[in-house]
């Protein structure tokens, strides 16, 4: 992504007012734990030393190195996975179990649809409705990857 095969590690944040900006820029030698820890630990004492509320929730991809430095380092954040990064996943992935473009456009739907549950019960029965319907292979892929 860069002339030095540098990982970008970009945070942004979101206002009241629902308008984005973005917070940190900071190349990482490696994605490791090491170095997110070094990025998230100036970040705090930046928040910190300038008495900045900490963010009260963020969104990632499933980088595992990264939550788990986030975990380590603000400990009462909540964690959220990224439903723009699992659909697109989802994508990827479904291709290999679902030939058919009609077919996937309609497993997307049935997705975005399954996101929204309010409840753990009603998530739960649509989940096994897609599984049914898409192949029980896809489903565990999806809680093995993606569900908590």
Known sequence: TNKYWMPLLHITGVTGANKSFSLVFCF???ETQDYYNWALESLLTVFTSNK???PAVVLTDREEALIS?????FPDLTHMLCTWH?????????????KNKAKE???LQHWSNLIKM???GD???????FCAKYGEAF??????????
Do not use: C
């Open 139 to 148: 489903g565990d892929y999806m809680i093995e990857t993606w569900l908590p």
């Open 28 to 30: 990482l030698a490696k």
């Open 52 to 54: 900045i509320p900490l």
């Open 86 to 98: 699992i659909q697109k996943n989802l994508v990827s992935n479904g291709a290999k179990h679902i």
């Open 69 to 73: 430095s986030l975990q380590s380092n």
């Open 123 to 129: 998530f739960r029965s649509s989940f096994s409705r």
């Open 118 to 120: 309010t409840s753990p």
């Open 105 to 107: 456009f309609e497993m």
